[in-house]
């Protein structure tokens, strides 16, 4: 059995780690000012951040072609893999993961797994990983979605947005009315609830505010994990304040692994410029070898 791993381009994977593990990644298609780009190959994040703050209207996302995302799997069959594992964004927040279900049925040469990662981000990107090195190590795709299950069980995040527009436009915010009164007096804190929905779950009065209760949150959240944590802190075009954040993190979490990473256009579409995250689970790369 050959194996082939796919995702979308919201796992922001790099260019290094996309050819270390053989990785085969969709790029999602960003529309602004009636515009089409495929985030990652025909606009970049600063390009992107720079277009939106000038837009006439809100960006928007769409599902990449079918026809194009068949021609990937057709080739992935043509160069002998007999199966492909597609990981992709949550199915709450795109309907690619649904398409991809409705299409596995249709492909005459090939096994098409679609797996729903429930979340997005460098945490979708790990889940790739973990599979990619699983399937390496001649795992079948039974036993890679069992681990990816796991792993995905121990995902959390919390997210400071300071502008709700695009979410509230965007469809994507599950409990908007709950939060749009007041919004120059508050930060709400966002997550992924149990139902994979993005839900703002607290408010608080300010920004310093909102990023000590993020910091309460994760600390209370892997105080009592039997697992190593990776943690993720994740920008929207806001490097220097995202190494900020990371390096007040650090020395107060030292068996925590950190990174910096970023919200990417697709995800930015929808959390808005500037917006910042935390994002942990259990460290793939210290417990898939």
């Given amino acids: 059995m050959r194996i082939a791993i796919v995702t979308d381009s919201t796992a ?5 780690e996309v050819a270390q593990y053989h990785i085969s990644v969709i790029p999602i298609p960003v529309i602004l000012d009636g515009h089409v780009y495929d985030e990652g190959r025909t606009i970049d994040s600063p390009t992107f951040y720079e277009k939106m703050r000038t837009s006439q209207s809100f960006p928007s996302t769409s599902q990449p ?11 992935l069959a043509n160069e002998g893999y007999d199966t492909i594992l597609s990981i992709h964004l949550a199915s709450t927040i795109s309907g690619f993961y649904n398409t991809l279900v409705g299409l596995a049925p249709t492909l005459k040469n090939v096994r098409l797994v679609p797996y729903d990662s429930h ?3 460098k945490l ?12 390496a190590a001649g795992k079948t795709v039974d036993e890679i979605i069992s681990a990816l299950d796991k792993l995905r069980a121990t995902m959390d995040e919390v997210f400071i947005v ?10 994507r915010l599950s409990n908007a009315s709950a939060v749009i009164g007041g919004l120059l007096k508050i930060k709400p804190l966002l997550t992924f609830n149990d139902e994979d929905k993005i839900v703002a779950f607290e408010k608080v009065r300010s920004i310093k505010k909102a990023y000590h209760r993020a910091e309460e949150l994760f600390s209370e959240r892997i105080a009592n994990v039997d697992y190593p944590v990776r943690c993720l802190v994740i920008h929207a075009n806001d490097p220097e304040e995202g190494q900020r954040w990371l390096a007040d993190l650090a020395p107060r979490f ?8 970023e919200f ?3 995800v930015g579409t929808h959390l808005g410029e500037k917006a910042i995250a935390i994002a942990w689970m259990a460290d793939v790369l210290k417990l898939i070898n």
Avoid at 12 to 16: E, G, N, Q
Avoid at 162 to 171: A, E, H
């Fill in 124 to 135: 979708m990107g790990y889940l790739v990983i973990a599979a990619a090195r699983l399937a």
């Fill in 119 to 121: 979340i997005t981000v």
């Fill in 254 to 261: 030292p068996n925590v692994a950190f990174e910096l990473n």
């Fill in 65 to 75: 072609p079918l026809g194009e995302v068949t021609r990937l799997y057709e080739n």
């Fill in 12 to 16: 922001y994977l790099t260019a290094a």
């Fill in 162 to 171: 300071n502008d709700l527009q695009n979410l509230v436009r965007g469809g």
């Fill in 264 to 266: 990417g256009p697709v």
